[in-house]
């Protein structure tokens, strides 16, 4: 049995086979492995009994749901109206310069994956950005490479 | 700012943590009883959309169905948004004795919190208290359970035909509309689906009783309701208001002395330029005079150092991103808008075509699906008609 194929069945046994555990399941796999894969997807089918194009389709509707390979870390930008007016281009920029790598990229070291999203809830605070489940707010460029430096060191 | 114009009100953040002697009181009550105070106290839905709470609860109520669930809506993802968290972490418990004591006027054995992914940091305390509320509801002889269902990034999801549809383990596509969720909700149930600062409020009525709750407001529009203040303001932050304000009011209490355009109702609300602030109030539409705006809560101001353009820009690429794309109007018609407003911009297009894009905007009013497509035209047609230069030159 693969890690894939386990990590699925344990996450169908918390939660049961009917349809309206698939976002719980899809998440419980984004959880270990960040992403998720063709393989993982079509295991998940097999085990609740539905198509895989179900899976994928209801997978991919959701922008946490990423089904491109990511980093361990995946940083999350705020860019709607607040963020963008209290200066996000810079902190992207920041974000580029401390991580060498460019928006939508992973950093070849599979630590760091750098993307941005839509309103996060912290407009009274912008820039905001989520790295994994942790917010950061009030973001200066400094700020920004203190933060990098901390992960890089976990 | 700071001129103080508006009564501050502290009703829902207020340190109160007496949650076993109101339930138990509450639960003494007959139902009847229950849905009139919340009737009486002319509560209105603040997630933004404004239906009356107490009718919600009482069309559940009546609803036949063995099964039937309550659903707190956290999915907090209008831009400019951000009081429902700062709910979720400071009274907890004022939101889960609403949703008890829904489930025990309706009939429902289970609630659930959507809580949108962005929001997943919340979860280990919130589970903490929703297990502190599991063992009072045991104590009083209540079965009802909540759980917490996390979202994973689509705004659309706020939109409750769309929730619902994303706890069915499916796309987050709005459904057609009649049957309404108090009829066929979550798994075809009936349910009560309300806003998190809802159900907080249902908590300062059964507890204070509906007049302390009415005596707040204007006319239509009753009580008080959080605001999530920010853009160019010295003192953005939540604060709890009067509904029924005067926007100059407002804007003379958190604008910078330089505020050109106050953008109500996050990114699906309306722009009102500096013109207008006078003959504006912030309530739901019905007998005030003059413009009256509803809100879920999101107020944004925008200085002189604005681009009006740039601000419609982030807008519709928000939209372009988070339409679901099941409808047509919606999902081509904020492509269009957002690639008419850049020729125009660039030169590309006569100004002219400004007033095309306006027909488009209102068509897709007429003909989307759901609320995300028909109140694109809100800040479309309110930005592009007020600034129309800042579109052009």
């Given amino acids: 049995m693969t890690d894939i194929q386990q990590l699925v069945g344990e996450l169908v046994k918390k939660h049961g086979t009917k349809r309206e555990k698939l976002l719980p399941i899809l998440q419980g796999v984004i959880e270990k492995e960040r992403s998720l894969s063709d393989y993982a997807m079509i295991e998940i089918a097999k085990q609740l009994g539905i198509s895989a194009a179900d899976v994928y389709g209801t997978a991919t509707f959701y922008s946490f749901m990423d089904t491109e390979p990511r980093g361990e870390n995946i940083i999350r930008v705020c860019k709607t109206i607040t963020c963008f007016m209290k200066g996000k281009n810079q902190i992207l920029l920041a974000l580029e310069d401390a991580l060498k790598i460019k928006l939508g990229e992973t950093t070849p070291d599979k630590k760091f994956t750098l993307l941005e999203t839509n309103c996060l809830g912290w407009c009274h605070k912008a820039p905001a950005m989520l790295i994994n489940d942790e917010i950061y707010t009030d973001l200066t460029i400094e700020r920004v490479h203190e933060i990098i430096g901390e992960y890089k060191n976990k | ?393």
């Fill in chain 2, 1 to 393: 700012m700071g001129k103080n114009m508006l009564k501050r009100i502290d009703l829902i953040f207020k340190n109160e943590h007496d949650t076993d002697e109101i339930l138990s009181k509450i639960f003494k009550r007959s139902n009847d009883d229950l849905i009139n105070d919340l009737i009486g106290s002319g509560l209105k839905g603040r997630g933004g959309a404004g239906f009356p709470t107490g009718l919600k609860w009482k069309l559940t109520s009546e609803a036949k169905d063995d099964e039937k669930y309550v659903i707190c809506n956290a999915d907090e993802g209008e831009p400019g948004t951000f009081k429902d968290r700062e709910i979720l972490t400071q009274v907890p418990h004022k939101v889960l004795t609403g949703m008890a004591v829904c489930g025990r006027i309706i009939g429902a054995k289970k609630g659930f919190i959507y809580l949108r992914g962005e929001y997943n940091f919340l979860k280990p305390h919130l589970n903490e208290e929703i297990d502190k509320f599991h063992a009072i509801l045991k104590k009083l002889g209540s079965d009802f359970r909540i759980e917490i269902f996390s979202g994973s990034g689509a705004y659309i999801c706020g939109e409750e035909s769309s929730l619902m549809e994303s706890m069915e383990g499916k796309r987050g596509e709005p459904r057609n509309k009649p049957p309404f969720p108090t009829e066929k909700g979550y798994l075809g149930k009936p349910t009560v689906i309300n806003n998190v600062e809802t159900l907080a409020h249902a908590w300062t009525i059964f507890k204070y009783g509906p007049k302390k709750f009415r005596d707040l407001g204007v006319q239509d529009s009753r009580g008080s309701k959080l605001f999530s203040v920010s853009g160019d303001t010295p003192i953005a932050g939540i604060y709890e208001l009067e509904l029924g304000m005067s926007l100059q009011d407002f804007v003379d209490d958190f604008g910078d002395d330089d505020c050109k355009a106050v953008q109500v109702g996050g990114a699906a609300g309306f722009c009102v330029p500096r013109k207008k602030f006078r003959e504006t109030a912030i309530g739901y539409q019905g007998k005030l005079t003059g413009i009256s705006l509803p809100t879920g809560g999101s107020m944004m101001l925008f200085n002189s150092s604005r681009s009006m353009y740039n601000v419609l820009k982030n807008y519709l690429e928000f939209f372009e991103e988070e339409s679901c794309g099941q409808c047509t109007p919606c999902r081509v018609g904020c492509q269009q808008l957002l690639e008419g407003i850049e020729a125009v911009k660039r030169g590309e297009k006569h100004q002219h075509y400004l007033n095309k894009l306006l027909r488009l905007s209102e068509t897709m009013k007429m003909t989307a699906k759901c609320g995300l497509g028909q109140s694109v035209a809100n800040s479309f047609s309110s930005i592009v008609e007020n600034f129309r230069e800042e579109m052009i030159y």
